[in-house]
């Protein structure tokens, strides 16, 4: 088999369909000529892509409300946080 065959990625994917009333297909349509989406299908998928991030964003603050007290930081911390961040943009 060729290499190139064999890093094939294969994605899975199930059909849904839904009813949108005219205003709402509309508004699809006016989104997806405007916005650079290939078809309604990519837009509704990012809608899903965006509101899996924010759930997962809430869960992490609410880990993060409901974990307990840290010490307070300072400039050295937030020094250190930028210097890492730099580095990884380097890499």
């Keep these: 088999m060729p290499i190139f065959a064999s890093a094939a990625m294969v994605i899975c994917m199930g059909t849904r369909n839904i009813s949108l009333p005219d205003h709402l ?22 809608l899903i892509r965006r509101d899996q991030d924010c759930l997962a964003l809430r869960r992490l603050l609410l880990d993060g409300a ?19 961040v730099r580095g990884q943009r380097g890499k």
Excluded: M
């Design 25 to 46: 297909k509309s508004f699809v349509d006016e989104q997806v000529a405007g916005r650079g989406y290939g078809t309604s299908s990519e837009y509704i998928r990012e």
């Design 66 to 84: 409901s974990s307990a007290p840290t010490k307070p930081v300072g400039e050295e911390y937030f020094t250190s946080l930028r210097d890492r």
